[in-house]
């Protein structure tokens, strides 16, 4: 089994750096221990007297809140009695208020590989408001769910957002500790960014691999499988194609009232290491709530040769050609009001027209563009094999 960052300070690994120092958490219910027990509840007993503030991100502490801009509000955690400060409604980064009262932020969250995922960009935020009120940061690493393959396109600096704050593409292939010091990096930080690593992760892993249980790190990721097609399948929050939400399978089946899978089923029997099977489903809520959609619901069967981003963006090419009734997604989405939202998601603004047009070399090109510049970019802070 993988030890995660959290179980390395459960062996004393790590401890020195914050015993006697004022202590803050970021975390949320999928950082748990091996024996399932909450991170917060894990440090609160190492860190009885140091730890002072829970921060939650997007969701809540507990994972209970929907997506885009449904707000988490402060609240006082009922058993270790500490105040949990949301960064994701009131503020999106800690206060100084807040950062004032501490000397070393502990961060532990569970992320799934994919940049429009907002932990990553919580994480951001928050080193820049550490940055600010000289803070060190401390990373418990966690595995990435969907190993260290990379999968474009590269994000472009005019579609900046909250699912997207530094040119990364949609498949990431880093950890959560990478990305603090790829951040860091980038952002020029001069605070101490420290990461306790993983022991037993490797690059090739899966995360049924890591032997860890998998908790939801949000209400729509109930399983790696979930995971493991999310960084294709979240481009259609950006149609009016069901993405699944509002159902037990979110991101695993998609469809529309309107979608008559027959005239596509076809088009989708050759594609690499996946499957469709034809379904029929109702939404309890989100779009289409309460409508009969047609549609697909999507099993990996090669998990190596799935291509999550490009299998995605080929769906909605078959789609656009086929059915006029398809339709983007206008503003908002995650505090943007201008731009629409699935050029936010997926990164690249030439990617719609290239759907629309029919033009699939064009959006092959984009997704390969700035994935070895990324590499390169990120060698450097590349903490396992």
């Not at 050609?321 to 989405?333: D, T, V």
């Given at each position: 089994m993988v030890k995660t960052g959290l179980e390395r300070l459960c062996h004393g690994e790590g401890a020195s750096l914050l015993r006697g120092r004022r202590l803050g958490l970021l975390t949320h219910q999928a950082a748990v221990s091996s024996d399932l027990r909450p991170s917060y509840?894990?440090?609160?007993?190492l860190f009885s007297e140091e730890l002072r503030?829970?921060?939650?991100?997007q969701h809540g502490l507990f994972g209970e809140a929907q997506a885009n801009m449904i707000p988490s509000e402060d609240f006082v955690e009922n058993e270790t009695k500490l105040k949990v400060v949301s960064l994701y409604g009131p503020r999106l980064s800690p206060s100084s208020e807040h950062l004032k009262e501490i000397d070393v932020l502990l961060v532990d969250l569970q992320d799934v590989g994919c940049r429009v995922y907002t932990y990553i960009w919580t994480l951001f935020l928050t080193l820049k408001a550490c940055e600010e009120n000289g803070v060190e940061v401390l990373i418990l690493d966690r595995p990435n769910p969907l190993g260290g393959e990379i999968e474009g396109p590269l994000l472009e600096e005019d579609l900046f957002s909250f699912v997207g704050l530094v040119p990364l593409p949609l498949r990431h292939g880093l950890t959560i500790g990478e990305i603090a010091l790829f951040f860091k990096d980038y952002l020029g930080l001069s605070i101490p960014v420290h990461v306790l690593a993983m022991e037993g992760w490797q690059r090739k892993m899966f995360f049924p691999e890591t032997g860890l249980p998998w908790v939801p790190p949000s209400p729509n990721m109930p399983s790696f499988e979930t995971a493991l097609v999310y960084p294709g399948q979240v481009l259609l929050e950006g149609t009016n194609l069901s993405e699944g939400r509002g159902t037990t399978k979110p991101f695993e089946i998609f469809g529309a009232p309107w979608l008559n899978e027959e005239k596509v089923s076809e088009r989708l029997s050759s594609l690499a290491g996946i499957k469709f099977q034809r379904l029929h489903f109702t939404p309890w809520f989100d779009k289409w709530a309460g409508k009969l959609c047609r549609g697909f619901r999507l099993f990996v069967t090669d998990k190596k040769r799935y291509r999550p981003v490009w299998t995605s963006l080929y769906l909605l090419q078959v789609i656009i050609?086929?059915?006029?009734?398809?339709?983007?997604?206008?503003?908002?989405?995650e505090y943007q009001w201008r731009q629409m939202p699935f050029d936010i998601i997926v990164g690249r603004k030439k990617i719609r027209a290239a759907l629309e047009l029919g033009e699939q070399s064009w959006w092959e090109e984009i997704l390969s563009e700035g994935v070895l510049k990324f590499k390169e970019m990120s060698g450097s802070f590349r903490l396992y094999n």
């Open positions: 509840l894990v440090i609160k007993a503030f829970l921060f939650s991100p050609k086929n059915f006029p009734e398809f339709s983007w997604r206008l503003p908002p989405y």
